[in-house]
């Protein structure tokens, strides 16, 4: 496709349960981004990988979060044991690399806890 | 003191009026700096970048950079009812990891009055 695609763009789940956020990047864009967004935030950032590999995870909250981009294209944002705290727009950007050059975010995905 | 600040706002102006945004980060060996605007439901959407000292111009919009300040901003120009919207102003902030991640400030929003 022509922009990043991330789906679903709403996921409404109970609170405890496992979700799954993927993201598909712009096609050859190596730098892959994973922000949230919480309402009147700007987004924060959460992980990125450059390639496969998860080059800057310093922004995951804790544990229950894990992100994978096994063959350098699309990505998966893994929550465990969800959170009310949790709910938020999920967010994906992707360049054509890391070092400085624009980024492009996709629709988002709206997340909801209950 | 928070990585990237903004004023949230809201900034209002009358149509056809000049819209000054500004931004200021803490990390002096920031390079790369970026507006992004964001409407209401939607996701962030890139209108200007710049990398080095100066202005930059392109159509109604200028990006202004002082490093020596560590200050950015965005003239919006013959402002517009559509460019109503929140503008949020990103970074390269080094991290204690030693990386590099565009990290955003919580936007400003701006109204424009017809």
């Known amino acids: 496709g022509a922009g990043v695609s991330q789906t679903p763009s709403n996921k409404v789940t109970e609170k405890g349960k496992y979700v799954e956020l993927r993201c598909d990047p712009i096609s050859g864009h190596t730098a892959l981004y994973w922000y949230r967004q919480s309402l009147g935030q700007g987004p924060e950032f959460l992980i990125y990988?450059?390639?496969?590999?998860?080059?800057?995870d310093s922004g995951l909250p804790n544990d229950r979060f894990f992100a994978v981009r096994p063959e350098g294209s699309v990505s998966t944002l893994k929550i465990q044991r969800t959170e009310r705290g949790d709910s938020a727009v999920y967010l994906c950007a992707s360049s054509s690399n890391h070092r400085d050059t624009e980024a492009f975010f996709g629709q988002g995905t709206r997340l909801t806890v209950v | 003191q928070k990585e990237v600040e903004q004023n949230s706002g809201p900034l209002s102006v009358p149509e056809g009026a000049i819209a000054s945004l500004n931004c200021t980060y803490s990390d002096r060996v920031s390079q790369s700096f970026f507006w992004y605007r964001q409407y209401s439901g939607k996701s962030p959407e890139l209108i200007m970048s710049?990398?080095?000292?100066g202005d930059k111009e392109d159509g109604r919009f200028t990006a202004q950079l002082n490093k020596a300040s560590q200050y950015v901003s965005l003239l919006i120009r013959d402002s517009q009812p559509s460019d109503s919207a929140t503008y949020l102003c990103?970074?390269?902030?080094?991290?204690?990891?030693?990386?590099?991640?565009?990290?955003f400030g919580s936007g400003t929003r701006l109204q424009v009055q017809p």
């Open positions: 990103a970074v390269t902030v080094s991290r204690d990891t030693g990386r590099r991640a565009l990290t």
């Open positions: 990988f450059q390639g496969t590999g998860a080059a800057d």
């Open positions: 710049i990398y080095s000292n």
